[in-house]
Protein backbone atom coordinates (compact mmCIF):
# COMPACT_ATOMS: atom_id res chain seq x y z
CA UNK A 1 0.00 0.00 0.00
CA UNK A 2 0.96 3.53 -1.00
CA UNK A 3 -0.45 6.30 0.87
CA UNK A 4 -0.36 10.10 -0.79
CA UNK A 5 -1.14 12.75 2.14
CA UNK A 6 -1.89 16.34 0.66
CA UNK A 7 -3.67 18.98 1.56
CA UNK A 8 -1.01 20.99 3.94
CA UNK A 9 -0.53 24.86 3.90
CA UNK A 10 -0.66 28.24 5.48
CA UNK A 11 -3.51 29.49 7.60
CA UNK A 12 -4.29 31.79 10.32
CA UNK A 13 -5.68 30.48 13.61
CA UNK A 14 -8.99 30.13 13.72
CA UNK A 15 -8.98 29.18 9.83
CA UNK A 16 -10.12 25.67 8.36
CA UNK A 17 -7.67 22.75 5.85
CA UNK A 18 -8.84 19.68 4.68
CA UNK A 19 -6.18 17.03 4.45
CA UNK A 20 -6.41 13.85 1.99
CA UNK A 21 -4.64 11.00 1.75
CA UNK A 22 -4.99 8.93 -0.73
CA UNK A 23 -3.98 5.05 -0.89
CA UNK A 24 -3.11 2.36 -3.65
CA UNK A 25 -4.50 -1.11 -3.55
CA UNK A 26 -8.02 -2.45 -4.38
CA UNK A 27 -8.29 -4.00 -0.62
CA UNK A 28 -8.69 -0.13 0.44
CA UNK A 29 -12.07 -0.87 2.28
CA UNK A 30 -10.66 -3.70 4.84
CA UNK A 31 -7.55 -1.37 6.04
CA UNK A 32 -7.76 0.88 9.38
CA UNK A 33 -6.56 4.71 8.44
CA UNK A 34 -5.58 7.22 10.77
CA UNK A 35 -3.69 10.27 11.11
CA UNK A 36 -0.76 11.35 13.33
CA UNK A 37 1.18 14.68 13.74
CA UNK A 38 4.68 15.67 14.19
CA UNK A 39 5.13 19.06 15.55
CA UNK A 40 8.75 21.21 15.51
CA UNK A 41 10.94 19.54 18.13
CA UNK A 42 8.55 17.19 19.66
CA UNK A 43 7.47 13.51 18.98
CA UNK A 44 4.84 11.93 16.86
CA UNK A 45 1.58 11.80 18.37
CA UNK A 46 -1.88 10.09 16.83
CA UNK A 47 -4.66 12.83 15.83
CA UNK A 48 -7.19 10.67 14.39
CA UNK A 49 -8.27 7.24 12.91
CA UNK A 50 -10.99 5.36 11.08
CA UNK A 51 -11.34 1.60 11.23
CA UNK A 52 -12.28 -0.68 8.38
CA UNK A 53 -15.55 -0.92 10.28
CA UNK A 54 -15.90 2.37 10.48
CA UNK A 55 -15.34 2.88 14.32
CA UNK A 56 -13.53 6.45 14.63
CA UNK A 57 -11.32 8.02 17.21
CA UNK A 58 -9.52 11.57 18.27
CA UNK A 59 -7.10 12.52 20.23
CA UNK A 60 -8.34 14.79 22.92
CA UNK A 61 -6.44 17.63 21.55
CA UNK A 62 -8.56 17.79 18.31
CA UNK A 63 -12.24 16.70 19.47
CA UNK A 64 -14.70 19.15 18.40
CA UNK A 65 -12.58 20.50 16.18
CA UNK A 66 -11.18 17.54 13.38
CA UNK A 67 -13.19 15.32 11.74
CA UNK A 68 -11.93 12.21 10.00
CA UNK A 69 -13.78 10.33 7.31
CA UNK A 70 -13.48 7.99 4.72
CA UNK A 71 -14.58 7.48 0.96
CA UNK A 72 -13.58 3.56 0.12
CA UNK A 73 -14.68 4.18 -3.21
CA UNK A 74 -11.62 6.86 -3.68
CA UNK A 75 -9.47 5.12 -2.01
CA UNK A 76 -8.93 8.35 0.47
CA UNK A 77 -9.35 9.13 4.16
CA UNK A 78 -9.86 12.94 4.69
CA UNK A 79 -8.80 15.08 7.84
CA UNK A 80 -11.29 18.09 7.98
CA UNK A 81 -9.63 20.19 10.67
CA UNK A 82 -11.49 23.58 11.64
CA UNK A 83 -10.61 26.54 14.90
CA UNK A 84 -7.35 25.77 14.01
CA UNK A 85 -4.79 27.06 16.29
CA UNK A 86 -1.11 27.45 16.19
CA UNK A 87 -0.46 24.38 18.40
CA UNK A 88 -1.91 22.82 15.58
CA UNK A 89 1.20 22.78 13.70
CA UNK A 90 2.74 20.21 12.38
CA UNK A 91 3.90 17.88 9.69
CA UNK A 92 0.54 15.18 9.75
CA UNK A 93 0.75 11.51 8.37
CA UNK A 94 -1.99 9.48 7.26
CA UNK A 95 -1.08 5.69 8.21
CA UNK A 96 -2.67 2.67 7.18
CA UNK A 97 -2.84 -0.58 8.27
CA UNK A 98 -5.13 -3.86 7.41
CA UNK A 99 -7.90 -5.04 9.44
CA UNK A 100 -7.65 -3.80 13.07
CA UNK A 101 -4.82 -0.90 14.04
CA UNK A 102 -4.64 -2.73 17.46
CA UNK A 103 -1.36 -3.70 16.65
CA UNK A 104 0.12 -0.16 14.69
CA UNK A 105 0.11 0.58 11.38
CA UNK A 106 2.48 -0.88 8.78
CA UNK A 107 2.26 1.52 6.06
CA UNK A 108 2.99 5.39 6.42
CA UNK A 109 2.37 8.23 4.00
CA UNK A 110 5.65 11.05 3.11
CA UNK A 111 3.88 13.71 5.19
CA UNK A 112 2.51 17.25 4.46
CA UNK A 113 3.15 20.49 6.55
CA UNK A 114 0.35 21.88 7.99
CA UNK A 115 1.29 25.54 9.93
CA UNK A 116 -1.03 27.83 11.64
CA UNK A 117 -0.39 31.06 12.27
CA UNK A 118 -1.30 33.58 15.11
Known amino acids: VQLQASGGGLVQAGGSLRLSCAASGRTFSSYSMGWFRQPPGKEREFVASISWNGGIYYADSVKGRFTISRDNAKNTIYLQMNNLKPEDTAVYYC?????????????WGQGTLVTVSS
Open 95 to 107: AATYGSSRQGYDY
